[in-house]
C-alpha cells in the first residue's frame, strides 16, 4: 500500500498541488447494550475507506471513498476541489512546519476485546444488572459496553508513512429508582454512556463495575426520596467524574485555535478567547489551575501516536498556575498563529475532514488531602457525576447539572443527600474562584467518546484527567 500511495502522490504534486496527504482508514466497533437484565441490541459495524487532502495554490480541497483500490480517482476529485476553492479562498492556506516520520503505533493491550466471546461480555452486563437489581427496589437497570479497532494509514507529501493501530474499551451501567412520580438515576463509572479508555479488555475489567453495582442502586433509590437540592451561593468540591466535562466544555473547546478563529461560528459557537490573550498570558484561572493538552497519557482515550496531520502525540501546557499560555491546533492554525502544530488535528474516520480537536485535556492535580478539602468548607456541596449542561456559544456563561449532591457542614459530610443539583458561572470567574485541587492519589481519567463538533457533524474521542477541586461562591439552582 504505500507504494501505491506515494505514486498517488507523486501524481498530485506533478499536477501541481503543493501538498497532499492520504489516509486510509478501517474502523471496526462491536457495541453491546442490556436492559432490565435482557440484552436490548448488539450491533457491529465496520467502515473503510480513503481520505484525500490537497493544497493547490493555497487552496484545499478534500475527498473520501469507499473506494481503496482506485485511489488516483478520489485524488484526482480533491485536486478538482481545490481548484475550484481558488475562485473563493481569500487567503492562502499553510501549513506549519514538522518532522518527517516513517514509523508504526500500536495501542498497548492486554487482551484483545474482539476475541473476548460475546456470551461473556452479555454474562458480565446481565451480572451487573442483577446486582442493581436485588440490592434496591428499581424502575429500570441498564449496562453497555463498546469497542473499537481502527487501522490508519497516513502518507503525506512531505514524506511521512504513518500506520496506527488504536484500540478502545469501555463501558458502564445505570440503575433507576421511581417515587411519586419522580425518577432519579445513578450512573457507574460515569453518566452517558459510562467511561472510556485506550487499551484492550482489560480496560473494562478494571473498571470492576459488578463491585459497584449495589452501590449505585442503593444510592439512586434514596436519592429519589431525598430533598431538592438547596438554591444559593455555596463552597462547593467537584468531584472528577464532573470535573471532566467542566473542563471539556470551559477550558477544552474554548482553547481550540480554530474556534478562536471563528471557524466553528456557524455549528458549534466559538469562544471568549482571543489571540492576544494567548499571546498577552490572560488570567484564565487561579494559582490553582494548570491544565495541560497530553495525547500521550497513558490509557487514556484521546491518545494516539500522531494526529491526522502526521505529527508526533505531544504533551503541552495550556494554562500554567492560572496564566493562559497556550492552545489547541493543527498544523493550519498554527500557521495563522505564528507557531507550530501540538497534534490535534483529527478526523471523524475517512470520510472528513480533519480539524482542531481535543485529544487529554486534564488539570493536574493539586497538594490537598480530600479531607483538607472538605474541612475547608462550612456550609457547602459535594458534587458528583454529570446529567446535563448548558454553556453558551462563546463559552462564557455555563450551567451544570449533576446527579447528586453531598452535604458539607462544619468541614464534614453530614451524610445528606440532595437530588437536582445544578450550579453555573462564568467561565473565568468561576476557575478563579478554585482554591485547591486534591492530591495525584485521587486524579482520575474520564474518556468521552461523543465529542460533537464540526459541519458536517463529527464525532471524537477525548478525555480529561482530574481531582476533585473546591470552589468558592458558587451559585447553586437556577
Known amino acids: 500500500m504505500k507504494t501505491e500511495m506515494q505514486a498517488v502522490l507523486k501524481y498530485l504534486q506533478s499536477a501541481g498541488a503543493e501538498y497532499a496527504d492520504i489516509r486510509l482508514v478501517d474502523t471496526l466497533v462491536e457495541q453491546i447494550e442490556t436492559e432490565n437484565q435482557k440484552v436490548k441490541n448488539i450491533a ?149 454512556e459510562g467511561d472510556f479508555g485506550t487499551g484492550g479488555y482489560e480496560y473494562v475489567e478494571d473498571l470492576d463495575m459488578l463491585n459497584y453495582a449495589a452501590q449505585i442502586s442503593i444510592q439512586a433509590y434514596n436519592l429519589v426520596r431525598a430533598e431538592e437540592c438547596p438554591k444559593g451561593v455555596y463552597d462547593v468540591l467537584i468531584d472528577s467524574d464532573q470535573m471532566q466535562l467542566q473542563i471539556h466544555e470551559s477550558i477544552g473547546h474554548p482553547l481550540e485555535l480554530d474556534r478562536i478563529y471563528g471557524s466553528e461560528l456557524a455549528f458549534a459557537g466559538g469562544s471568549f478567547v482571543t489571540e492576544s490573550m494567548v499571546k498577552e498570558g490572560f488570567k484564565y484561572g487561579s494559582e490553582h489551575v494548570t491544565v495541560v493538552s497530553d495525547a500521550l497519557t497513558s490509557g487514556a482515550l484521546g491518545t494516539y501516536g500522531y494526529d491526522d496531520d502526521g505529527v508526533k502525540a505531544m504533551s503541552v501546557t495550556l494554562i500554567d498556575k492560572g496564566i493562559l499560555k497556550d492552545v489547541i491546533t493543527s498544523r493550519d492554525t498554527a500557521s495563522v498563529f505564528g507557531s507550530v502544530s501540538n497534534g490535534a488535528n483529527r478526523a471523524d474516520g475517512w470520510q472528513n475532514l480533519p480539524i482542531v480537536r481535543m485529544n487529554n485535556i486534564s488539570l493536574l492535580p493539586g497538594d490537598f488531602e480530600l479531607f483538607e478539602l472538605i474541612g475547608g468548607i462550612e456550609d457547602g456541596l459535594y458534587l458528583k457525576t454529570n446529567k446535563s449542561w448548558s454553556i453558551d456559544d462563546m463559552r462564557v456563561n455555563f450551567q451544570f447539572a449533576t446527579e447528586i449532591a453531598y452535604e458539607i457542614k462544619n468541614g464534614k459530610l453530614t451524610g445528606k443527600i440532595f437530588k437536582n443539583p445544578v450550579y453555573s458561572g462564568i467561565t473565568p470567574e468561576f476557575w478563579a474562584s478554585c482554591d485547591g485541587v486534591a492530591n495525584k492519589n485521587y486524579w482520575k481519567v474520564f474518556g468521552t467518546p461523543n465529542c460533537g463538533k464540526g459541519q458536517p457533524m463529527q464525532v471524537a474521542h477525548v478525555a480529561h484527567g482530574s481531582s476533585p477541586a473546591r470552589f468558592r461562591n458558587v451559585k447553586v439552582g437556577v
Open 44 to 192: 457491529n459495524s465496520r467502515s473503510r475507506g480513503v481520505g484525500v487532502r490537497v493544497i493547490y495554490d493555497g487552496s484545499l480541497g478534500f475527498a473520501s471513498s469507499q473506494d481503496t483500490v482506485d485511489l488516483e480517482k478520489t485524488a484526482a476529485k480533491a485536486l478538482e476541489i481545490a481548484k475550484a476553492s481558488r475562485e473563493l479562498q481569500k487567503t492562502a492556506i499553510t501549513y506549519s512546519k514538522k518532522e518527517v516520520f516513517e514509523d508504526h503505533y500500536v495501542t498497548p493491550i492486554k487482551i484483545d476485546p474482539f476475541k473476548v466471546p460475546l456470551e461473556h461480555k452479555v454474562d458480565y452486563l446481565i451480572k451487573c444488572e442483577r446486582a442493581m437489581a436485588t440490592s434496591a427496589e428499581l424502575s429500570k437497570t441498564e449496562g453497555i459496553m463498546i469497542f473499537q479497532l481502527q487501522d490508519k494509514v497516513y502518507a503525506d507529501s512531505e514524506g511521512s508513512f504513518i500506520t496506527q493501530t488504536l484500540y478502545e474499551s469501555g463501558g458502564g451501567i445505570k440503575a433507576y429508582a421511581t417515587h411519586e412520580g419522580d425518577t432519579q438515576v445513578r450512573s457507574y463509572p460515569n453518566s452517558f
